[in-house]
């Protein structure tokens, strides 16, 4: 394969759930946060919104509030996603996408900086009343949506990198 840092990076990221209790540097959350809102977006109309979080009791709360969710309690920073659907009078498409987009740089971000991360989905978890909960933990008002948590720090697990793609899921040219 080519030799590329950033290709090196997109490769190596994987769900880091384990955390050394180390904080997370402000200018590595801040280019964290810049990297979120770089991401592409449907009509360039950037709904989300991003909610970090380093204070222990907070990530307690959004630890217990998810059931897949147990290391927010360990980690150094939490960004809760969350999309304005209504943002710039946009009709209500895309925004699922754009804050997947925008989850995904969170993700390799971190890893660019040394971090290890893990994407918890929100949007979906209805039924346990997890998006609920989370609005109620941050003061996410009424008609926001809230899409996903990263939990973030620096790692106390390693995981082998990807590699080239499944052939078996890779189509030249036509199915
Ligand atoms: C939409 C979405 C929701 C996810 N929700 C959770 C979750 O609630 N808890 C969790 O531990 N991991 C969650 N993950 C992480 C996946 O389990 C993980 O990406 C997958 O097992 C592949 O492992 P990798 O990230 O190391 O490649 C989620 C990932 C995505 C994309």
Not at 11 to 20: A, C, D, G, N, V
Not at 46 to 66: K, S, V, Y
Not at 68 to 85: L, N, Q, T
Not at 112 to 133: D, F, M, N, R
Request: aromatic content about 6%; charged content about 25%; some cysteine.
């Amino acid at each position: 394969m080519v030799e590329n840092e950033t290709i090196k990076i997109i490769l190596s990221r994987r769900s880091i759930r384990r955390y050394k209790d180390k904080p997370v540097e402000r200018e590595k959350i801040d280019a964290i946060l810049a990297c979120a809102a770089a991401a592409p977006s449907a009509n360039n109309f950037r709904p989300w919104h991003f909610i970090e979080t380093t204070d222990r009791q907070t990530l307690g709360a959004l630890a217990d509030a998810h059931p897949y969710g147990k290391m927010i309690a360990e980690a150094g920073v939490a960004i809760v996603v969350c999309a304005e659907k209504e943002r710039n009078k946009a009709v209500d498409v895309w925004w699922e996408e754009d804050c997947g987009a925008a989850m995904e740089n969170i993700l390799v971000a971190a890893a660019a900086l040394g971090l290890g991360s893990v994407w918890l989905g929100v949007l979906h978890h209805g039924p346990s009343g997890v998006p609920e909960k989370v609005r109620k933990i941050l003061g996410i008002p009424a008609d926001v949506q809230v899409v996903a948590i990263a939990s973030i720090g620096y790692g106390a697990e390693t995981k082998p990198p990807y590699g080239e793609a499944d052939p078996a899921l890779v189509h030249k040219g036509r199915w």
